[in-house]
């Protein structure tokens, strides 16, 4: 009898127009316009990269007190910075040929040009500005105070070079993949579409087919039991087209640990389905009413763990509803992946496996005990 | 003596303040067609879905098959077929598989239950139709299908509440025509409507509800046994004056004449021969009309006797 249920519950599960839609077809989509729209920031603009910049040196003086200050920085093996010295003409090529970000000039004192306004090119610039400031320092203590000046301009040139961006682990800390998170943590989501209707289509006071159910000599646990196993199976290959489109089409590094993700994507799209489930379960509201309610409920969730503004998650936490972000499921999805592919440890990552964990009991225990009445007090 | 299927007795069922079956007995024998007739709100479907064990009630007892009936009682469920007013299939499976589905709760042989599905296809007619997914098929095609899956496991109680509600008159009649064959091959079958007229082609015994009571029980003759009626005579005509409608009061067995709607009605109970009575007297008297019906009465007739208001007028 579960065999036949199971089967057929499949079968349904897999010809939902909406399950389609939502947990395949959308999370592609999306993924690719993600990809898209921040794919290329991280790697031109954010990723930590050393900044070539070409020097054009038109005094002599100047030039000797920058290469000194330049092959301090250089030497640092997170170095921000590498110079090419050129002359102008060949300077302003490797500018338009992108070869380089900026041509620092220097003079007297330091003038950039850049071609674009971008990260890199700010950096350049506050180098260039600090740069400026610490020269006027030492100029004007050696008019000032001569016997000082070789202490002034030990400590300012060290403060100069040992500008240099530090990472916050060893993981991949590409800000944009958090995008890809929420992506994975919303089809999980919408998993609760096809976990809704587990409790509907079984319930007599909910749909016509609940009734036809009821009035059969099938246990109700073995139909909603099947038919949440069936739910849970085809979420779960959902989940693993979504996680292997990621990494493979769009090129997500999603870290080495790539099972643990696949592991991870199955049981959030659980979590997802049994939300769906104990959702359905509650009051005797329309089945129209139970999908708006769980896509409402889907898309305030992750909203709520960073979907549509990154820094949405970071203010709930700052917020006196900071505990939010620890029973938020679509939070707790997102900083799995995040745990995965960035600590080395698994501390936090356990902690949110097994918050997902004791969710998906909860949900399911709570759907069963409102669905397991055999009879109604209206229809 | 033909067994027992389904006994009540003392239904009642309370939607807070509003009593929707009140202290309802029935009994039905294996082999009956028995209708449940009444309008809408009667109380009919409620009384099935008791009878189902789907709604708790307040008060009263439910045997079917001689056992108590109740939500856990599964084999008592193998022995029952369901077809409810609004049409329960999954709109993503095609016609087979639908039957095959709801077969499988019941049958799970595979072998029989294949055999089942053929014959319960064959039986609606959607044997051009298995493929299909039901928001393909036309209404009539649709309620077929929707009978196919409650009568596939081939059970001995077959239950239809109002199975031919938005049907075609040519479905209709084939759903009529195969309950009445499901009833030949051994099935007893339970029929609630608000179709007198489905009512009365099929059934062999009917109860008739109004506000959660029966308010009348028997066969069609009983029924119409029970009420004063016996023919009513309608005449299409001019405006009569009162002596004619007099001498029409006077004839023998007319206990009331009235005229409503450019027609002439004339009521009789018992006797015979009314109508050449009646044809005799507007031939004495010169009367120009048209066309005219001599009608007996219709389990509405009776629904009206008894509440004072129309089957049809509740809908």
Same mark, same amino acid.
């Given at each position: 009898?579960?065999?036949?249920?199971?089967? *057929?519950?499949?079968?349904?599960?897999?010809?939902?127009? $909406?399950?389609?839609? @939502?947990?395949? +077809?959308?999370?592609?989509?999306?993924?690719?316009?993600?990809?898209?729209?921040?794919?290329?920031?991280?790697?031109?603009?954010?990723?930590?990269?050393?900044?070539?910049?070409?020097?054009?040196?038109?005094?002599?003086?100047?030039?000797?007190?920058?290469?000194?200050?330049?092959?301090?920085?250089?030497?640092?093996?997170?170095?921000?910075?590498?110079?090419?010295?050129?002359?102008?003409?060949?300077?302003?090529?490797?500018?338009?040929?992108?070869?380089?970000?900026?041509?620092? *000039?220097?003079?007297?004192?330091?003038?950039? =040009?850049?071609?674009?306004?971008?990260?890199?090119?700010?950096?350049?610039?506050?180098?260039?500005?600090?740069?400026? #400031?610490?020269?006027?320092?030492?100029?004007?203590?050696?008019?000032?105070?001569?016997?000082?000046?070789?202490?002034?301009?030990?400590?300012?040139?060290?403060?100069?070079?040992?500008?240099?961006?530090?990472?916050?682990?060893?993981?991949?800390?590409?800000?944009?993949?958090? *995008?890809?998170?929420?992506?994975?943590?919303?089809?999980?989501?919408?998993?609760?579409?096809?976990?809704?209707?587990?409790?509907?289509?079984?319930?007599?006071?909910?749909?016509?087919?609940?009734?036809?159910?009821?009035?059969?000599?099938?246990?109700?646990? =073995?139909?909603?039991?099947?038919?949440? /196993?069936?739910?849970?199976?085809?979420?779960?290959?959902?989940?693993?087209? %979504?996680? =292997?489109?990621?990494?493979?089409?769009?090129?997500?590094?999603?870290?080495?640990?790539?099972?643990?993700?696949?592991?991870?994507?199955?049981?959030?799209?659980?979590?997802?389905?049994? #939300?769906?489930?104990?959702?359905?379960?509650?009051?005797?509201? !329309?089945?129209?009413?139970?999908?708006?309610?769980?896509? %409402?409920? !889907?898309?305030?969730?992750?909203?709520?763990?960073?979907?549509?503004? %990154?820094?949405?998650?970071?203010?709930?936490?700052?917020?006196?509803?900071? @505990?939010?972000?620890?029973?938020?499921?679509?939070?707790?999805? /997102?900083?799995?992946?995040?745990?995965?592919?960035?600590?080395?440890?698994?501390?936090? *990552?356990?902690?949110?496996?097994?918050?997902?964990?004791?969710?998906?009991?909860?949900?399911?225990?709570?759907?069963?005990?409102?669905?397991?009445?055999?009879?109604?007090?209206?229809? | 003596?033909?067994?027992?299927?389904?006994?009540?007795?003392?239904?009642?069922?309370?939607?807070?303040?509003?009593?929707?079956?009140?202290?309802?007995?029935?009994?039905?024998?294996?082999?009956?067609?028995?209708?449940?007739?009444?309008?809408?709100?009667?109380?009919?479907? &409620?009384?099935?879905?008791? #009878?189902?064990? #789907?709604?708790?009630?307040?008060?009263?007892?439910?045997?079917?098959?001689?056992?108590?009936?109740?939500?856990?009682?599964?084999?008592?469920?193998?022995?029952?077929?369901?077809?409810?007013?609004?049409?329960?299939?999954?709109?993503?499976?095609?016609?087979?598989?639908?039957?095959?589905?709801?077969?499988?709760?019941?049958? =799970?042989?595979?072998?029989?239950?294949?055999?089942?599905?053929?014959?319960?296809?064959?039986?609606?007619?959607?044997?051009?139709?298995?493929?299909?997914?039901?928001?393909?098929?036309?209404?009539?095609?649709?309620?077929?299908?929707?009978?196919?899956?409650?009568?596939?496991?081939?059970?001995?109680?077959?239950?239809?509440?109002?199975?031919?509600?938005?049907?075609?008159?040519?479905?209709?009649?084939?759903?009529?025509?195969?309950?009445?064959?499901?009833?030949?091959?051994?099935?007893?079958?339970?029929?609630?409507?608000?179709?007198? $007229?489905?009512?009365?082609? +099929?059934?062999?015994?009917?109860?008739?509800?109004?506000?959660?009571?029966?308010?009348?029980?028997?066969?069609?003759?009983?029924?119409?046994?029970?009420?004063?009626?016996?023919?009513?005579?309608?005449?299409?005509?001019?405006?009569?004056?009162?002596?004619? &409608?007099?001498?029409?009061?006077?004839?023998?067995?007319?206990?009331?004449?009235?005229?409503?709607?450019?027609?002439?009605?004339?009521?009789? !109970?018992?006797?015979?021969?009314?109508?050449?009575?009646?044809?005799?007297?507007?031939?004495?008297?010169?009367?120009?009309?048209?066309?005219?019906?001599?009608?007996?009465?219709?389990?509405?007739?009776?629904?009206?006797?008894? &509440?004072?208001?129309?089957?049809?007028?509740?809908?």
């Amino acid at each position: 009898m579960f065999r036949h249920n199971f089967k *057929y519950d499949i079968l349904t599960s897999l010809r939902v127009r $909406e399950i389609i839609i @939502w947990l395949i +077809i959308y999370p592609i989509a999306l993924g690719t316009f993600f990809k898209v729209a921040f794919g290329n920031i991280y790697d031109n603009d954010i990723k930590f990269t050393t900044v070539k910049t070409a020097v054009v040196v038109n005094s002599q003086e100047g030039g000797k007190a920058f290469k000194q200050v330049a092959e301090t920085m250089e030497k640092d093996d997170d170095a921000m910075f590498s110079f090419v010295y050129t002359d102008k003409e060949d300077a302003l090529k490797q500018l338009k040929n992108e070869d380089v970000r900026g041509i620092i *000039y220097v003079d007297s004192k330091l003038s950039l =040009t850049v071609a674009t306004n971008n990260l890199k090119s700010t950096m350049l610039e506050r180098f260039v500005e600090k740069y400026n #400031l610490n020269a006027k320092i030492i100029t004007d203590t050696a008019k000032s105070d001569p016997a000082k000046m070789g202490d002034v301009a030990k400590a300012l040139t060290e403060e100069v070079s040992t500008v240099k961006s530090e990472a916050l682990s060893k993981g991949n800390t590409n800000m944009y993949d958090q *995008y890809f998170y929420n992506l994975l943590a919303m089809v999980a989501m919408f998993g609760s579409l096809a976990g809704l209707h587990v409790a509907t289509h079984n319930q007599g006071n909910l749909s016509p087919l609940g009734a036809r159910k009821c009035v059969s000599p099938t246990p109700k646990i =073995t139909t909603i039991l099947s038919n949440l /196993c069936a739910t849970f199976v085809v979420q779960a290959i959902c989940m693993v087209i %979504a996680v =292997t489109f990621i990494i493979t089409v769009l090129r997500v590094d999603m870290g080495d640990r790539i099972p643990l993700v696949y592991l991870t994507a199955i049981l959030s799209g659980f979590v997802g389905s049994s #939300l769906g489930f104990v959702i359905g379960s509650i009051g005797r509201f !329309s089945e129209s009413t139970k999908d708006a309610m769980c896509t %409402a409920s !889907s898309l305030l969730l992750c909203f709520c763990s960073g979907l549509m503004d %990154a820094g949405i998650k970071q203010k709930i936490a700052e917020s006196s509803f900071a @505990w939010f972000n620890k029973v938020n499921p679509a939070a707790v999805m /997102c900083e799995s992946f995040f745990s995965l592919n960035i600590y080395e440890d698994y501390t936090r *990552y356990l902690q949110c496996v097994v918050t997902m964990i004791i969710t998906i009991v909860v949900f399911i225990t709570l759907g069963l005990l409102m669905t397991r009445r055999r009879k109604y007090a209206s229809l | 003596m033909a067994q027992t299927v389904v006994k009540i007795e003392n239904l009642v069922k309370r939607y807070k303040e509003l009593i929707a079956v009140d202290h309802f007995d029935l009994e039905i024998k294996q082999g009956e067609v028995f209708g449940l007739l009444g309008p809408n709100g009667s109380g009919k479907t &409620t009384t099935i879905n008791c #009878l189902l064990s #789907l709604l708790d009630f307040d008060k009263g007892d439910i045997e079917i098959f001689g056992e108590k009936m109740s939500p856990t009682n599964y084999a008592l469920k193998k022995r029952i077929g369901v077809i409810s007013q609004n049409v329960a299939v999954y709109d993503e499976l095609t016609v087979y598989e639908n039957i095959d589905y709801f077969c499988g709760l019941y049958i =799970t042989d595979k072998q029989i239950r294949k055999k089942y599905v053929d014959d319960a296809i064959k039986f609606v007619g959607l044997e051009e139709f298995i493929k299909f997914r039901p928001k393909k098929l036309s209404g009539g095609l649709l309620r077929r299908l929707n009978i196919a899956c409650g009568i596939a496991h081939k059970p001995e109680l077959i239950i239809l509440d109002e199975p031919t509600v938005a049907v075609d008159p040519q479905s209709r009649n084939r759903i009529l025509e195969g309950i009445l064959e499901l009833n030949a091959q051994g099935a007893t079958v339970i029929y609630t409507s608000h179709y007198m $007229e489905e009512v009365e082609q +099929i059934c062999s015994r009917i109860a008739i509800m109004d506000k959660g009571r029966k308010i009348a029980m028997g066969t069609k003759a009983e029924l119409k046994k029970m009420i004063k009626n016996t023919e009513t005579v309608s005449i299409e005509m001019d405006q009569p004056d009162d002596s004619l &409608t007099d001498q029409m009061s006077a004839l023998p067995h007319v206990y009331n004449v009235e005229y409503k709607d450019g027609k002439l009605y004339i009521y009789c !109970s018992g006797g015979k021969h009314n109508l050449i009575r009646i044809m005799g007297v507007l031939q004495q008297e010169d009367i120009h009309f048209g066309r005219v019906y001599s009608e007996l009465p219709t389990l509405n007739d009776v629904f009206l006797e008894i &509440t004072g208001k129309q089957l049809r007028d509740s809908e």
